[in-house]
């Protein structure tokens, strides 16, 4: 947002000093980015008269210029194409910045010779000093010609150009929750409140409607529209605006077009309503419908471009095709040329999401749909319109000729909002006195009955106030944040109780880390699913579409990327979220990768190192082996608040037995060790598996007893047992 400080003391009678009032801006309301006086990019930018022109000796292309600049005459060095003598200049004297041939950054010239002859600076073209629109070039190297007729030179041409304004650029995103403030009146009732300083502004003209145009407008779209304001003025003559006018739009970076669209976009700075005109006699029926817009529409643009529409769009549209998008562009149909001579005015309110959605969707953003899109108030269309209609008629001699519509299809009632003082200085921080905060709210429009406790009805225009903290804001940034003595807390903190799932996955992997792994974090997403999962919406990348029910798949695929890159004999530990079908639970898992079966083994450790059961599974990656041994910790969690029994340790030798098994295919171990658990019963101490070749698993089992010294041809007959049930189940082979 751009504030010409010319512009906001028609409204205040402000200091002399700009930079003073930007840093009360800042530390008051929003955040000001720069300032800028423009005089300052024309330093050393002067006006020159051309009273002879010579060929260069050595350059065909280049001539030499005797320039007249006050009391001296100078030779600059030009190749400009329409160069004449007696022709006032501008010449960028040694010390200006300027643009070479308009590309590049800026340059500080100085005196120097080209080819061979002197050269006092340059005549400068528009392109060069940033002017194109001010001075468009009709052909090539054309410089700036300001005419013949007779003036003073070596006058600074910030001067001549009456660019004596200064700039106020805000940050948008200190502002954006502040609809009111995207306008020169806005920023000018702020500062009448911060400086203390009376506010001169003059009370808007309600006109009276007239009968000699007729004009209809139905708004279909009530959801999408809270405001509809239009009217017919005819008498209208299109031409370029007043010099007051247009100074005013190009101090902010606005291109002058007419004088009827130069008024709709000076209405919108001056009083932050976006406005729109229409050519009257290009409406189909002289009508304005409000509608959504049909499915594969189109609709061409002021900026030269057609867009398809989707039946969730808002358009203004005539009897029969849409005339503008709603709140963000025109159409080129309807546009405002040198032959219009009556016009439609509108000013309205948008729903601030439908605006920003079409806006977003159609990739256009104007300095209309900004200020559509931050929930403007609905006291601003009929402020937009009075001041439209006034300077129509002051600048373009229109006359309201038809009725004045004003479609109310929403309310945006002001709310009551109780504040306590007592609540207003604990927030703040500080007493502040009730006089002050009552004054101070008051200075903002609000009305406010009471002291202790207060009743403020927000001003009409501050659709952002709607709670006793939002005044308390206000009374705290006008009071100065300056002004302010910090203080230490005086809540109490209590501190909050560990959760046990989360301590005891600390606990876990801290074991783990000590035991020589590698803690790792990946997404809680993977890529593909066989069983039921649950899948993004709106997944960041295809290869994350589905929430994991496993920390394994991630884990693996980590572990074979460092495999690829010549790392081995590791292991990794991750604690994480995965999402099962009857809810979110939490895990750990270790994975460990090494060149045998027999990181199985090591896997399994992990479980007696965590005193905790876990699921073990193994995968091939290459002629490399990958176990991961997977902890439900919230299953963990839950055993670890019950009653924990002593078992003292075995005092009986136990025996290991081997057996190797073949599968017609590949089994998962999760489903093959709780059939040997079963068959083995209560001897079986231990289940390990130390090969893998193809579907055959070498297993080994420890048995023990608690009460006596195991017998070998007992525990032969538990190997028979196991196998037994092995082939049972799965149809496995037993190798001998």
């Known amino acids: 947002m751009k504030l010409s400080y010319n512009w906001l003391r028609e409204y205040l009678d402000l200091p002399d000093d700009p930079k003073r009032v930007a840093d009360l801006i800042t530390a008051h309301v929003a955040e000001v980015e720069h300032v800028e006086r423009q005089a300052d990019k024309f330093n050393f930018i002067v006006v020159g008269k051309i009273i002879e022109i010579k060929a260069h000796p050595n350059a065909d292309k280049l001539r030499l210029c005797m320039v007249e600049l006050g009391d001296t005459v100078e030779q600059v060095v030009c190749g400009g194409s329409n160069l004449t003598?007696?022709?006032?200049?501008?010449?960028?004297?040694?010390?200006?910045?300027?643009?070479?041939?308009?590309?590049?950054?800026?340059?500080?010239?100085?005196?120097?010779?080209?080819?061979?002859?002197?050269s006092y600076g340059m005549i400068c073209a528009a392109v060069e000093l940033g002017l194109e629109e001010r001075f468009p070039a009709v052909g090539e190297k054309e410089i700036i010609d300001l005419g013949t007729t007779t003036q003073s030179t070596n006058v600074p041409l910030a001067q001549i150009l009456a660019l004596t304004d200064t700039i106020i650029e805000i940050d948008n995103k200190t502002l954006t929750h502040r609809p009111d403030l995207f306008c020169h009146i806005g920023f000018a009732r702020e500062l009448s409140v911060v400086l203390g300083i009376p506010l001169k502004l003059n009370a808007l003209r309600a006109f009276e409607p007239a009968e000699r145009l007729p004009l209809t407008v139905h708004v279909d779209a009530t959801e999408q529209c809270r405001r509809y304001m239009g009217v017919a003025l005819d008498h209208v003559t299109v031409k370029p605006s007043p010099d007051w006018l247009q100074q005013r739009l190009t101090a902010i970076g606005l291109r002058p077009i007419n004088n009827v669209v130069d008024i709709t976009n000076y209405v919108m700075y001056e009083y932050g309503q976006p406005l729109h005109a229409f050519d009257y006699d290009q409406l189909k029926n002289h009508s304005i419908v409000v509608r959504l817009a049909k499915a594969d529409e189109t609709i061409a643009t002021l900026d030269g471009k057609t867009h398809s529409l989707t039946d969730t769009m808002l358009v203004i549209a005539d009897d029969t095709t849409p005339q503008a998008l709603a709140g963000i562009m025109g159409g080129a149909s309807s546009e405002i040329t040198p032959q219009t001579k009556q016009i439609v005015i509108e000013s309205a309110n948008f729903n601030p999401i439908t605006v920003r959605l079409e806006a977003q969707a159609l990739a256009i953003r104007t300095d209309g749909s900004t200020r559509h899109e931050k929930n403007l108030p609905l006291v601003f269309p009929e402020w937009g319109m009075w001041r439209a209609i006034e300077l129509l008629e002051e600048c373009a001699g229109a006359q309201v000729a038809s009725p004045i519509i004003d479609q109310r299809l929403a309310e945006q009632p002001r709310p009551t909002i109780t504040l306590e003082l007592g609540y207003v200085q604990r927030l703040i921080g500080m007493l502040v006195p009730a006089d002050r905060v009552v004054e101070i709210l008051t200075q903002l429009g609000c009305a406010v009955t009471g002291t202790d406790t207060m009743q403020v009805i927000p001003p009409l225009h501050r659709s952002d106030l709607l709670i006793a903290e939002e005044l308390i804001e206000e009374v705290a940034r006008i009071y100065g944040?300056?002004?302010?003595?910090?203080?230490?807390?005086?809540?109490?903190?209590?501190?909050?109780?560990?959760?046990?799932?989360?301590?005891?996955?600390?606990?876990?992997?801290?074991?783990?880390?000590?035991?020589?792994?590698?803690?790792?974090?990946?997404?809680?997403?993977?890529?593909?699913?066989?069983?039921?999962?649950?899948?993004?919406?709106?997944?960041?990348?295809?290869?994350?579409?589905?929430?994991?029910?496993?920390?394994?798949?991630?884990?693996?695929?980590?572990?074979?990327?460092?495999?690829?890159?010549?790392?081995?004999?590791?292991?990794?530990?991750?604690?994480?979220?995965?999402?099962?079908?009857?809810?979110?639970?939490?895990?750990?898992?270790?994975?460990?990768?090494?060149?045998?079966?027999?990181?199985?083994?090591?896997?399994?450790?992990?479980?007696?190192?965590?005193?905790?059961?876990?699921?073990?599974?193994?995968?091939?990656?290459?002629?490399?082996?990958?176990?991961?041994?997977?902890?439900?910790?919230?299953?963990?969690?839950?055993?670890a608040e019950q009653n924990l029994k002593v078992v003292p340790p075995a005092t009986f030798p136990g025996i290991e037995l081997d057996i190797s098994v073949e599968f017609p295919e590949a089994t998962p171990w999760a489903q093959i060790e709780p059939v040997i658990q079963q068959a083995a019963g209560a001897l079986l101490t231990g289940l390990d598996v130390f090969d893998i070749y193809g579907n055959a698993l070498g297993i080994r089992m420890h048995l023990q007893a608690p009460d006596r010294t195991l017998a070998m041809d007992e525990a032969e007959q538990l190997r028979h047992t196991v196998v037994m049930a092995l082939q049972t189940h799965f149809k496995a082979t037993h190798r001998f």
């Not at 960028?92 to 061979?116: F, M, N, S, Y």
């Not at 649950?534 to 798949?553: F, V």
């Not at 690829?564 to 099962?580: A, K």
């Not at 991961?628 to 839950?638: I, N, P, R, V, Y």
């Open 85 to 118: 003598v007696g022709q006032y200049v501008v010449v960028a004297k040694p010390g200006a910045q300027v643009r070479w041939h308009g590309q590049g950054d800026l340059v500080t010239l100085a005196e120097t010779t080209i080819r061979g002859q002197r």
């Open 481 to 639: 944040y300056t002004n302010i003595t910090p203080q230490p807390l005086a809540a109490r903190l209590e501190p909050q109780p560990i959760e046990p799932t989360w301590k005891l996955a600390q606990q876990l992997v801290a074991l783990a880390v000590q035991a020589g792994a590698y803690e790792v974090y990946n997404y809680s997403f993977y890529r593909t699913a066989t069983t039921p999962h649950t899948g993004m919406l709106n997944p960041m990348n295809p290869d994350q579409t589905w929430l994991r029910q496993s920390l394994r798949p991630n884990l693996l695929a980590l572990a074979e990327r460092n495999l690829d890159r010549g790392e081995r004999d590791f292991t990794l530990v991750e604690y994480g979220h995965v999402y099962l079908t009857d809810g979110e639970r939490n895990y750990v898992a270790v994975s460990c990768a090494g060149s045998t079966a027999a990181v199985f083994r090591q896997a399994k450790g992990f479980g007696m190192l965590f005193n905790a059961p876990g699921v073990v599974s193994i995968d091939q990656v290459g002629k490399w082996y990958v176990a991961t041994a997977e902890f439900d910790l919230t299953a963990l969690a839950q055993q």
